[in-house]
C-alpha cells in the first residue's frame, strides 16, 4: 500500500544563495511574453 | 510570515523568509493552523514535546514556559479525538525538523538588507543592486552596524545614516571615528563579502527590451482597448523604417553587458507596418555578429492581415508571437469588430490555427482578455482547447471601474472559483497525456528568477521602454496616452531624468503595502501601470489585481502539488 508522506517539500530556489552572486540581468522582460496588462515575474526563466 | 491554503485536495504551508513550499497532510496542517503565528521561539518550545535535549539552552526556558506548555497541552487535547499521541508527536517532530533547518518559522528575513540597501538609494536591477549614492563606505558600514549584534551597533547606524544628509567632510570624520571603534573588529566575518562588489555594483542604467509601437492605427476598434483602439488618444501613424532602425541602434547603444535584446513589435496592429517590421529586423539581425547581441523579437497582432508571408517569416524570425483571441465567437465578437461593428472570429481563428500548424519553433500564445461580460472565462478556454489551441494566455481587462465591462467585486469571486476549476482541469488534461499551457500557471520554482528579479519587478521604465512612432520614449505600452509619461526620444536619449529616477526607485521594497503579502517575491509588486491607473500612483496597489494575483499563484502551487504526489 502506498503510504503518504506527512510532509513533502517542493524544491526551490535558494534566494540567499543568490545574494552570493551577480543577477545576469538576462532574463525576459514580463511584458514581452504574453501578458501585457499584468505583470508577475515568477514565470520568467531564469537564463543562467 | 507563513502563509497556509488548501486547494484541489492539497494543503500548503508556505515559509515565506526561506521561500519554501511544503505540501503536508490534515495533522500538520491542524498543527501549523495552530501555531503559524507564533515567534519561531514559541513554535520550537511548542513542537518539542519530547525532545527537551535537543533545544538549544536559550530555548529551555521557552519550554518551560507555562503558557508554551498550555498551548501544547491544548493542541494535543485539540487533536486527540482524531489523532493518536504518536502520531501527533511524530507530526510535531517533522515539524520541528524543518523548523530547525530554517524552512518553517524561519525569522532570518533574507530581505532585511536590500531593504537597507533600498533605503539608501541602491536601486535593485535583474541584475543586482546599483549604487545611486555617493557615500559607499558609509553605506557599508551602515550594513555592518545593521548585521552587527554589539550593543552600539544602532547608535552607529544611525550617526552613518544622518552623515549622507549633512555632507561629506562630517561623513568623513564620522567613518574615521567608526573605524577606530571596537565594533569594527566585531563585525569582521558578519557581514557577507558580496556586499562590497555585487551589491554596489555601479550603476550601468541598461535597456535590454523595447517595445516598438509600429502603428498607432488599427484595423479593428475593441471597444475595451487600453490603447483607445490603436491611436492611443492621439493621431493614427505608422513607424517609419528609419525610426524603427534607430530604436534598433538606440537599444544597441544603452544595453551595456546584456546579451540578449527584446523587441516586441506592438501597435495598434503591427501588420499594417509589416513591411517595415521585416526590414527593422533584417536591419536588426545584421547587427548581431558585430555587436554580439542577440535580439529576441515578438509581435503581438489581432491576425487580421496574417497570410503565408507574415507565417513564414514569424516562425523563423519571432520568438514569440502572441495572438489576440478572445475565447468563444460570442465572446470574441462582443468586442473584438471592425469599424463597421463586424465581428472578426471567422477571420482570424483559421488564420491563428494555419499560423500555430505551421509554427516549428519559439514560442507563442493565444492571448485572451476576460470581463464582466465573461466572467466565466473557462468557458472561453475551453473552447480554445476544442479549437486546438494549447499555449493560452487569458487576461482579466484593464479597464476604468465606470466602464460597463469593467470586472466587479462578485465578479472577482467568481473568478477565482474560474481559476481553480482551471487548474483542476489542467490537472486533469495532464494525466490523460492532453496537457495544456496557461501562461500565468506557468512557474519554475527551482530555476525561476533570481533575488534581483523578484526585487527589481518588470522593469518598466528602466530595463523596457515603449517606442511610439516618432520615436517618443514612455515608460511602458501602458501610459503610452499620457504626455505626463514622456521619457524623451531615440535621438536624445532620456531626457526626463525625474521619471526615470522615480522608476528607478519603483521596486518591491518600495512597496510598502507588499511587506505583509505572502505573495510579495512571486509578482514583485505587480504592474506600476495597473496601479497608476487604479489609484493615480505608480507606488500604489492594484487591490483586485493583487487578489486575483494571489489566486492565480496558489492555483499554480496546486499543479506543482499535483506533479510532484501523483507524477
Given amino acids: 500500500m502506498k503510504t503518504t508522506p506527512r510532509i513533502v517539500t517542493l524544491k526551490t530556489r535558494d534566494l540567499i544563495d543568490d545574494t552570493q552572486h551577480d543577477g545576469c540581468g538576462e532574463c525576459q522582460t514580463s511584458c514581452q511574453s504574453a501578458c501585457k496588462t499584468s505583470s508577475g515575474v515568477v514565470n520568467q526563466a531564469c537564463e543562467q | 510570515m507563513i502563509h497556509t491554503f488548501q486547494l484541489l485536495g492539497y494543503n500548503f504551508v508556505l515559509d515565506i523568509c526561506s521561500g519554501s513550499v511544503h505540501i503536508v497532510d490534515d495533522l500538520v496542517y491542524a498543527i501549523i493552523e495552530r501555531l503559524k503565528d507564533v515567534p519561531r521561539d514559541v513554535a520550537l518550545a511548542v513542537l518539542s514535546v519530547n525532545s527537551s535535549s535537543a533545544l538549544p539552552e536559550n530555548l529551555s526556558s521557552a519550554k518551560n514556559n507555562d503558557s508554551n506548555s498550555d498551548m501544547r497541552h491544548e493542541l494535543i487535547d485539540t487533536l486527540s479525538p482524531r489523532y493518536t499521541k504518536e502520531d501527533v508527536e511524530d507530526a510535531m517532530n517533522a515539524l520541528l525538523a524543518l523548523t530547525y533547518d530554517d524552512k518553517l518559522f524561519c525569522e532570518k528575513d533574507p530581505f532585511e538588507k536590500w531593504r537597507v540597501l533600498n533605503q539608501h538609494r541602491n536601486l535593485p536591477t535583474s541584475k543586482g543592486f546599483e549604487c545611486d549614492n555617493k557615500d559607499r563606505n558609509i553605506q557599508t558600514k551602515i550594513l555592518e552596524c545593521t548585521s552587527c549584534d554589539h550593543e552600539n551597533g544602532d547608535v552607529w547606524k ?193 488564420k491563428f490555427q494555419e499560423l500555430v500548424r505551421r509554427r516549428t519553433q519559439g514560442t507563442h500564445y493565444i492571448r485572451g482578455t476576460f470581463t464582466h461580460a465573461n466572467a ?151 504592474c506600476a501601470a495597473n496601479a497608476f491607473h487604479t489609484t493615480g500612483d505608480l507606488f500604489g496597489i492594484d487591490e483586485k489585481g493583487c487578489e486575483l494575483f494571489r489566486k492565480r499563484m496558489e492555483c499554480a502551487l496546486a499543479i506543482k502539488a499535483a506533479e510532484a504526489l501523483d507524477g
Fill in chain 2, 158 to 350: 544611525e550617526r552613518l545614516k544622518s552623515c549622507i544628509s549633512t555632507g561629506t567632510s562630517n561623513a568623513n570624520k564620522t567613518l574615521k571615528a567608526y573605524d577606530g571603534y571596537v565594533c569594527n573588529s566585531k563585525v569582521e566575518g558578519v557581514v557577507p563579502e558580496n556586499l562590497g562588489d555585487c551589491s554596489f555594483k555601479k550603476a550601468d542604467g541598461a535597456v535590454k527590451a523595447l517595445c516598438l509601437n509600429v502603428a498607432h492605427a488599427c484595423n479593428l476598434a475593441c471597444s475595451y482597448c487600453f490603447a483607445g483602439q490603436g491611436k492611443y488618444k492621439g493621431a493614427q501613424a505608422l513607424m517609419p523604417l528609419e525610426t524603427g532602425k534607430r530604436a534598433i541602434d538606440f537599444l544597441v547603444e544603452h544595453s551595456a553587458d546584456r546579451h540578449y535584446l527584446e523587441v516586441d513589435f506592438f501597435g495598434g496592429e503591427p501588420l499594417l507596418n509589416w513591411p517595415m517590421v521585416k526590414e527593422t529586423v533584417a536591419y536588426a539581425r545584421s547587427l548581431e555578429n558585430k555587436t554580439g547581441k542577440r535580439f529576441r523579437f515578438t509581435l503581438t497582432t489581432n491576425g487580421i492581415l496574417i497570410d503565408d508571408d507574415v507565417i513564414d517569416f514569424t516562425n523563423r524570425e519571432m520568438d514569440n508571437i502572441v495572438l489576440s483571441l478572445d475565447g468563444r465567437k460570442s465572446t470574441h465578437d462582443r468586442f473584438r469588430v471592425d469599424r463597421q461593428g463586424s465581428g472578426s472570429y471567422d477571420t482570424v481563428v483559421p
Fill in chain 2, 376 to 526: 466565466d472565462f473557462l468557458n472561453d478556454i475551453l473552447h480554445l482547447l476544442e479549437l486546438g489551441f494549447t499555449q493560452i494566455s487569458m487576461e482579466p481587462v484593464v479597464s476604468p471601474p465606470d466602464m460597463p465591462y469593467a470586472l466587479t467585486p462578485d465578479d472577482i469571486v467568481f473568478i477565482k472559483q474560474q481559476y481553480e476549476e482551471l487548474a483542476r482541469l489542467m490537472i486533469q488534461r495532464r494525466k490523460e497525456g492532453r496537457p495544456f499551457t496557461f501562461y500565468h500557471y506557468m512557474t519554475d520554482l527551482e530555476h525561476g528568477p533570481c533575488i534581483y528579479k523578484r526585487i527589481a519587478g518588470c522593469g518598466s521604465g528602466t530595463e523596457y521602454l515603449a517606442v511610439t512612432p516618432t520615436g517618443d520614449l514612455y515608460p511602458c505600452h501602458q501610459l503610452v496616452d499620457n504626455p505626463a509619461f514622456l521619457m524623451g526620444n531615440i535621438w536624445d536619449g532620456i531626457t526626463n531624468t525625474a521619471l526615470q529616477n522615480t522608476y528607478r526607485h519603483l521596486n518591491l521594497l518600495s512597496r510598502k503595502t507588499c511587506r505583509d503579502c505572502w505573495a510579495q517575491l512571486y509578482c514583485s509588486g505587480g
